[in-house]
């Protein structure tokens, strides 16, 4: 007779929550690094821009354009101070995956750590009695004189 673990439709729930779980943290880290990497991206057009306005100071330039070039860097930096206000509420969300994950983790393992036990403990009883059966069935057989 095969190996069954009573608590295998218990462990198999465990496994998709931690799986859920996994996935959910690894969306709310997702999005952090696309947060970060617009805001990298911000900082880098600011400092074209910049270096734009002081090479514009340099020569002689319509006001127009000097004004379309300080409001390109005021509405980069605002673009990337609402991104960096956004991260707090995205890091405390990626500590309650985080945490979450661990928890579904732990609860997982503890689960296959009792069915790894089962297993053993199963296959070694299993091992005794086909042993036990091979030594009934030798002496069995044995001349007896």
Known sequence: ???KFPLAMVLRFR????????IALQQVLHEIARVRQQIADLTEQIDAALGARNSALL??????QLQGVLTAIENAKESRKRLSASLDPLE?????RTKAFQDAH???QMLSDMEEKARVAYEQEYSRRQQKLLADLF????PRG
């Open 1 to 3: 007779m095969a190996f």
């Open 59 to 64: 020569k002689p330039i319509a006001a127009a």
């Open 92 to 96: 405390k969300r990626r500590a309650e």
């Open 139 to 142: 002496a069995a057989g044995a």
């Open 106 to 108: 732990r609860d997982r």
């Open 15 to 22: 496994e998709s929550v931690e799986r859920r779980e996994e």
